[in-house]
């Protein structure tokens, strides 16, 4: 392996403590070194038991680690290791103790060794037996002992000698020798080892109230050898309240004063530096992340990385262990989000859910009061909603009594105090912030929600619109609206049109031309908002970005290659001038292009049929009518109709609902036909002679024509058709009647 690989690590760091004191960053191998030559130096044979005090993540179980590879190197002594945490019940610790002492010293000391391992295994031994000690002797369950040691001679099948042993000791321990003989007998099998023995338990803090009692008697009363230097690492606040409620005394310090009697030294950990922790681990390992999924961010976005670390996060890493988890939670996000969210965002919000979860949680179940503009709300006021989206979070903040507040105002800026208003919903999405109720729930999910469009196939149609084809771009853009919709791709494309350059704004506008049939007019009363309006916009701002000289051109181009005909006339509309300020082209250009889009609106009615009969168009037929005659020969829209009512009826009928405007009502909901007022009678007037079509629903509607009264038509008793035929006489023969000169 080169030198260079070996510097290289895991993308993902698991939850293990260091094993030398070459990986330290906090300076805590000195503490260590330290630590072990007090150790070595020690000329005490009495037993010692140090604590190494830390909180959860502080980095005890490497402070451990550092220490035992100081001390292994040392012939004179002996580390050995014991997890407590991984035992059932008290018996199986006390057992698992003793043999693992004992095997550790017999393996690593020979025929010395075994020696010192018979004298532990027979007063373990004792220990199992126990059932009541009275004045210092056991008395013996021979029942367990032999359970005991039955178990114990396939453990000790490694040693001959151990075994043979154990086949004796049954007879042995049917003695009534004291504990304290077979404990002496032990000091004096150590001494003769000339070794320091340092027994390392870490994680006592895992273990439940009577198991750390368990513990901590065996290392006080029954495994207090000579020689032998216990490192115990744990949480002493909670080791302490374990012990307060075995331990009851008249105040809250009899946990912590059993303790002091156990621990002859307790050292806590040095608090991990500030500059080590941040500089040292979290921002390089923030780096280190963005440069493994080749993530590039500018100058600023690191400034406001590490701007919503410092002031909103900060006071929770506090521990190597948190900030670990901080770096893979964000390891874990960035690529699966890479480029379809904001990174700055992105890399706080993780933040948050390891820092403060309750406040993650309460983010993502009330969206509305942290993402929803009140100027959206039309019903009840902006202010109302305002005030009671911020006492939702005030609420929270209130009781969940965490300092997340900060960091979230960072995240979604509208909840500040000042800045509110100042941030548009379309702003937001453009920079992919978590704000923005088109992402937000992207960064809750790690996904793309459906009938949403990817940002990244999105930007590969920004990015090759200049160079593709028109024929890919098109192809390329009409995957992304079958995967969405149209409303969600002309989104995208408003929230970029100011990064559009002219250029490819000129490919824009014929891509958006080419697409026309896709989009649609809201099945709403509302079509001001709809797709197709909006694209209509789009495609005059993209024609304005262009030099004066190529407007026209390329205007000319979209009316006539355009398939939607709808949109051919929205387009007309918009470059149509409503005073000279706004004029786009020469007078001769604008009367050029107004006659153009009449032509198109001709030509599509001859080959496609009446306009009112089509789903597409039916909601567009006065526009379209009115357009087209605007630059029309005379008569030649009224003769078309003519042509195509004929004598039907039914066609007059249908010609007439193609007036009447869609509406919502509390009564009947959504209708595609409405009301048929006099404004709707005076369109149809300025198109054909009203006489014609009264002629022809007379045919079949004289019933109700004859005395026409002022009927509602969507109400009429009679239907909707008799309604309809009914009002349209009660007009025309109003009109009829206001117009005929007295005699």
């Known amino acids: 392996m080169s030198e260079s690989e070996e510097q290289i690590e895991p993308v993902f760091s698991g939850d293990n403590a260091l094993k030398s004191p070459e990986q330290d960053k906090f300076g805590r191998a000195d503490f260590s070194y330290r630590i072990s030559e007090i150790i070595k130096k020690r000329k005490e044979a009495d037993h010692l038991t140090i604590g190494i005090y830390g909180k959860w993540g502080e980095g005890k179980t ?15 002594i002996i580390c050995l290791h014991f997890n407590p945490w991984r035992y059932r019940n ?37 220990i199992v037996a126990i059932t009541e000690p009275i004045t210092g002797l056991a008395i013996f369950n021979t029942e367990k002992i032999s359970g005991w040691f039955n178990s114990m001679k396939e453990w000790v099948g490694w040693s001959k000698e151990l075994k043979d042993s154990t086949d004796t000791l049954y007879e042995y321990l049917s003695k009534d020798e004291t504990l304290e003989n077979q404990k002496e007998n032990i000091n004096k099998e150590l001494r003769k080892t000339g070794k320091k023995h340092v027994v390392f338990i870490d994680d006592i803090d895992r273990l439940d109230n009577e198991e750390i009692r368990t513990l901590f008697q065996l290392i006080k009363l029954t495994a207090d050898f000579d020689h032998v230097i216990y490192v115990l690492s744990f949480d002493p606040d909670m080791v302490a309240a374990a012990l307060d409620k075995i331990y009851p005394g008249n105040d809250d310090q009899s946990g912590m004063n059993f303790l002091e009697k156990i621990v002859q030294v307790p050292l806590r950990l040095p608090k991990v530096r500030e500059t080590d922790l941040f500089n040292g681990v ?30 909103g996060l900060k006071s929770r890493l506090a521990t190597p262990r948190m900030v670990k988890r901080y770096l893979n939670a964000v390891t874990f996000s960035l690529p699966i989000l890479d480029g379809e969210v904001n990174v700055v965002d992105l890399i706080l919000l993780e933040g948050v859910k390891i820092c403060y979860p309750k406040a993650y949680d309460f983010v993502f ?3 509305s009061a942290f993402i929803q503009n009140p100027q959206e709300f039309m019903f009840p006021s902006k202010e109302e909603m305002e005030k009671q989206f911020k006492e939702t979070r005030e609420q929270f903040f209130e009781k969940s009594g965490d300092e997340s507040k900060t960091i979230l105002e960072t995240l979604f800026p509208r909840i500040g105090k000042y800045r509110f208003s100042n941030v548009s919903e379309k702003e937001l999405s453009r920079l992919q912030r978590v704000s923005s109720r088109y992402y937000f729930e992207r960064y809750f999910t790690y996904s793309i929600p459906k009938g949403d469009i990817q940002d990244q196939k999105f930007r590969e149609l920004l990015t090759g619109i200049d160079s593709n084809s028109l024929e890919v771009s098109v192809s390329l853009a ?25 250029s490819d704004a000129y490919y824009f506008a014929l891509l958006l031309s080419d697409l026309g049939s896709y989009f649609k007019k809201n099945r709403s009363i509302f079509t001001f908002h709809s797709p197709l309006r909006r694209v209509a916009d789009l495609i005059k701002e993209f024609i304005l970005k262009q030099e004066k000289d190529e407007r026209f051109p390329l205007s000319e181009k979209i009316i006539n290659e355009c398939p939607n005909i709808v949109l051919v006339t929205e387009v007309g509309r918009n470059l149509h001038p409503k005073n000279n300020k706004e004029q786009i082209f020469s007078n001769e250009d604008q009367e050029k292009l107004e006659k153009l889009v009449s032509g198109r609106i001709k030509k599509d009615a001859e080959d496609n049929g009446p306009f009112y009969e089509r789903e597409e168009t039916k909601r567009d037929t006065v526009l379209l009518f009115n357009i087209w005659k605007s630059g029309a020969l005379e008569n030649e829209v009224s003769d078309y109709i003519k042509s195509q009512i004929g004598d039907s009826p ?32 005076s369109y149809v ?48 023969q109003r009109d009829k009647n206001e117009n005929t000169p007295e005699a």
């Open 478 to 502: 009409k995957e992304l609206i079958e995967s969405s919709n149209g409303d969600v791709f002309v989104r995208k494309i408003e929230e970029n049109i100011e990064n559009i350059s002219s």
């Open 685 to 732: 007037k300025s198109l054909i002679e009203p006489g014609l079509i009264y002629d022809i629903l007379l045919q079949e509607y004289e019933s109700v024509m004859t005395n026409p009264k002022d009927v509602k038509v969507i109400k009429y008793e009679g239907g909707f058709v008799k309604g309809l035929a009914q009002k349209f006489s009660f007009y025309y």
């Open 90 to 126: 008290e018996d199986e610790l006390l057992n698992s103790f003793f043999k693992q002492f004992s095997q550790g010293i017999s393996k690593k000391l020979k025929k010395s060794g075994e020696k010192v391992a018979k004298a532990i295994l027979t007063y373990s031994g004792t």
């Open 282 to 311: 979290l921002y390089p390992g923030i780096d280190r992340i963005l440069k493994t999924y080749s993530i590039s961010i500018s100058d600023e976005q690191a400034r406001d990385i590490r701007d919503g670390i410092e002031n």
């Open 650 to 681: 039914d066609k007059a009928i249908q010609f007439l609902k193609s007036f009447m405007a869609s509406v919502n009502s509390s009564e009947h909901g959504y209708l595609e036909h409405g009301h048929f007022e006099y404004s709707e009678y």
């Open 365 to 367: 179940n009330n969206k």
């Open 62 to 76: 490497s402070v451990v680690n550092f220490i035992n590879h100081y001390l292994e190197k040392d012939e004179d």
